[in-house]
Structures are given as C-alpha cells and as structure tokens.
C-alpha cells in the first residue's frame, strides 16, 4: 500500500479526480483501489492498494486503507478502482462500506475500465450512462494544473520501481571497483588514526557529506569513489545521523540520495534507501518513498530508520506531522550521546 500528500488540487467532476489521481500518487494506476481523501473541493491526500486476490483478506485491508484516510483529517472520501469490473467491484465495496464504517462521508465511488469510468452511486442515464463516460486525462484542466505544479505522472509502477533500481554493466562494475578502493581508502584511515578510529571516521563523513551537499546545490553529479566513499562511512551511524539531520524534501535531497542508492553496493544500500524514503515522504511523494523502503528492507530487513519509516508510511501518518525531525527520541533509532549534546547547544 502506498500514500501521499502532494500540493492540493482542486476538483468539479469525477473526471477532474480520475485525472488527479495519477499526480498525486506519482504514477498511472492499474489493478488498484485509490482512496481519495478531501477537505471541501481540494483533495489532500491519496492511498493506494493492489486489487487483492481471492485470498486476501479484503474487510481487513479496506479497514486499514479506511484508517490511512481517516488520519488525514479529511471531511469526505472518494474511492477509485482500476481494473476490470468483477475484480474493481468487490474492492471498492468493501473500501466504501470501511469509510462509512469510519465515520467518512463517500461522496462517490468509481470505475476506471480502460478510457472510460464509471460510478457506483450514480444512477442517471444523463449522467451516468450503463456504457460508462469516455474520459481524456490529457484535456483536462486537473492535468494542467498539476503539470504547472512540477508534479510527474510516471506510466506506471514499474516505471516508478526503476527510478531506484541499481545501475547495471559498465556501471555496476565501475560502483563495485570503486567502492573496493573505498574499502582500502578506509583501513588505511583507520590505521594511521590508531585509538582515534572512530573519530577519525566521523570527521571524514561529515567532510564527505558537506562536500556531496555542495556538488548537489551546484548541480554536479557525484563521481564513482565519492558515492563509494560516502556510502561506506554513512555505516557509522554518527554520519548517517547528520545526513538525516541535512535531509528534507528538497528535490536536490531527493535527486542526491536517488544516485547515491542506484550506485551503492547491496550491503551499503540501507542508508542512502532510507534517506531517499525520508525525503521523498517529506515531499508528498509517498509512491516514491514505498519503492526506496522496499528496497532497502528486501536487503535490510532489519535497519531500524527503515523499518520506522515503513511503519510510519503504512499507517498514513501525514508528511507535515514530520515536522521537526529527526527528533532525538525516535523510538527504534539508536542515536550517539554526542550527537544529542551536540544539538542542545
């Protein structure tokens, strides 16, 4: 399941949603249930499932999607399924009947088959008609506006997925030879620093992460040792904590931590997939921040900023209660004392 808050879009008609939908969460959907969150005419938020098979769970899931909605404060709720009908119906039921189970007003509930929608509730020929209404998303003004906006609407999940897949052939062999040099460049700093290992190592990261920030702001792209570099010393948490302090959901945020993890050797993927999750929730793109958490969890199941933001991310706690953080008393994430002094000053 994947949410997202994004700039708010007005809409008028069925037609303005099915063409919002796209925006908000990152990508066309197919084979899924939206649930479209609003406060007034804006919407504020959407969640989205896969279709379930016949043996999911379908009451548990909508309960789940019904509370993702219900956090975000909204007034009323729309629900959308994409897909062939006799897998859509059974779907948007049971999501329809957990809304107002909730509390949620359902101002509507639709079908989107092809180039052509329908409505549940509806039940005008004039305007809703049995044969469905023909719908062009690129003639409608919600595209527009969101288009204006800077919001992308990839072609679809997989599109999405490979945004933060690994680089592949004379990439992956350039990453890989780079970051055995990476390796070596390490023991050698650790032994000329002796006692003084680890900081040794903190001083190096945070001159690694500065330096990364500046090339980013500047536009220029890291080369392969500087990934290699940073993304082995973002392994002590010390550096992976600053990081997470210097990241937000800038698109410079998004644009460096999205290189650094395509770049990064499977066993250094944990810090740069979670960061980029982090950024890309604190911008509303949840879509983009669900693929980077399954990512790093498929090769880190265990790493803690991740598993957190997982968590945070499914339950559909809103971007813009990340305010302030990262706190000092994140539950799960083991934070230096040094770090914690540090910030108190």
């Given at each position: 399941?994947?949410?997202?808050e994004?700039?708010?879009?007005a809409v008028r008609?069925?037609?303005d949603?099915i063409?919002a939908?796209p925006?908000?969460l990152?990508?066309?959907?197919?084979?899924?249930?939206?649930?479209?969150?609003?406060?007034?005419?804006?919407?504020?938020?959407?969640a989205?499932a896969?279709?379930?098979?016949p043996?999911?769970?379908?009451?548990?899931?909508?309960?789940?999607?019904?509370?993702?909605?219900?956090?975000?404060?909204?007034?009323?709720?729309?629900?959308?399924?994409?897909?062939?009908?006799d897998?859509?119906?059974?779907?948007?039921?049971?999501?329809?009947?957990a809304?107002?189970?909730s509390?949620?007003e359902?101002?509507?509930a639709?079908?989107?088959?092809g180039d052509?929608?329908?409505?549940?509730?509806?039940?005008?020929?004039?305007?809703?008609?049995p044969?469905g209404?023909?719908?062009?998303?690129?003639a409608?003004?919600?595209?527009?506006?969101?288009?204006?906006?800077?919001?992308?609407?990839?072609?679809d999940?997989a599109?999405?997925?490979?945004q933060?897949?690994?680089v592949?052939g004379?990439?992956?062999d350039?990453?890989?030879?780079?970051?055995?040099?990476?390796?070596?460049?390490?023991?050698?700093?650790?032994?000329?620093?002796?006692?003084?290992?680890?900081?040794a190592?903190?001083?190096?990261?945070f001159?690694?992460?500065?330096?990364?920030?500046?090339?980013?702001?500047?536009?220029?792209?890291?080369?392969?040792?500087?990934?290699?570099?940073?993304g082995?010393?973002?392994t002590?948490l010390?550096?992976?904590?600053?990081?997470?302090?210097?990241?937000?959901g800038?698109?410079?945020?998004?644009?460096?931590?999205?290189?650094?993890?395509?770049?990064?050797?499977?066993?250094?993927?944990a810090?740069?997939?979670?960061?980029?999750?982090?950024?890309?929730?604190?911008?509303?793109?949840?879509a983009?921040?669900?693929?980077?958490?399954?990512?790093?969890?498929s090769?880190h199941?265990?790493y803690?900023?991740?598993?957190?933001l997982?968590?945070?991310l499914?339950?559909?706690?809103?971007?813009?209660?990340?305010?302030?953080?990262?706190?000092?008393?994140?539950?799960g994430?083991?934070?230096p004392?040094?770090?914690?002094?540090?910030?108190?000053?």
């Amino acid at each position: 399941m994947a949410s997202t808050e994004r700039p708010q879009l007005a809409v008028r008609s069925p037609a303005d949603l099915i063409a919002a939908v796209p925006y908000l969460l990152g990508f066309h959907p197919a084979d899924s249930v939206v649930a479209v969150a609003l406060v007034g005419r804006q919407i504020i938020f959407a969640a989205r499932a896969d279709l379930p098979d016949p043996s999911t769970d379908l009451v548990e899931r909508s309960r789940h999607l019904a509370g993702v909605i219900r956090r975000q404060g909204a007034e009323a709720a729309t629900v959308v399924g994409y897909g062939p009908p006799d897998r859509v119906t059974p779907a948007v039921d049971a999501v329809r009947a957990a809304l107002s189970a909730s509390g949620t007003e359902v101002l509507d509930a639709l079908r989107v088959t092809g180039d052509r929608w329908w409505s549940y509730l509806c039940t005008e020929p004039d305007c809703c008609p049995p044969e469905g209404r023909r719908y062009d998303p690129v003639a409608n003004p919600v595209t527009a506006a969101a288009v204006f906006a800077g919001q992308v609407a990839l072609p679809d999940r997989a599109a999405l997925v490979a945004q933060v897949a690994p680089v592949d052939g004379p990439a992956r062999d350039a990453a890989r030879a780079a970051t055995a040099r990476a390796r070596l460049r390490l023991t050698e700093l650790l032994e000329q620093a002796d006692l003084l290992g680890a900081r040794a190592v903190r001083s190096a990261g945070f001159a690694a992460l500065r330096e990364a920030q500046r090339r980013q702001r500047r536009g220029e792209r890291l080369d392969d040792d500087e990934v290699a570099w940073l993304g082995l010393l973002m392994t002590h948490l010390p550096v992976r904590d600053l990081a997470w302090e210097r990241t937000d959901g800038r698109d410079r945020d998004i644009a460096l931590w999205t290189d650094v993890l395509r770049r990064a050797e499977p066993e250094l993927v944990a810090a740069p997939g979670a960061l980029l999750a982090f950024a890309a929730w604190r911008a509303g793109q949840g879509a983009l921040a669900a693929v980077a958490l399954e990512r790093t969890l498929s090769l880190h199941p265990n790493y803690s900023l991740a598993v957190l933001l997982d968590d945070m991310l499914r339950r559909g706690v809103p971007p813009s209660e990340l305010d302030g953080w990262p706190s000092e008393d994140m539950p799960g994430v083991i934070r230096p004392r040094k770090r914690r002094r540090r910030r108190r000053r």
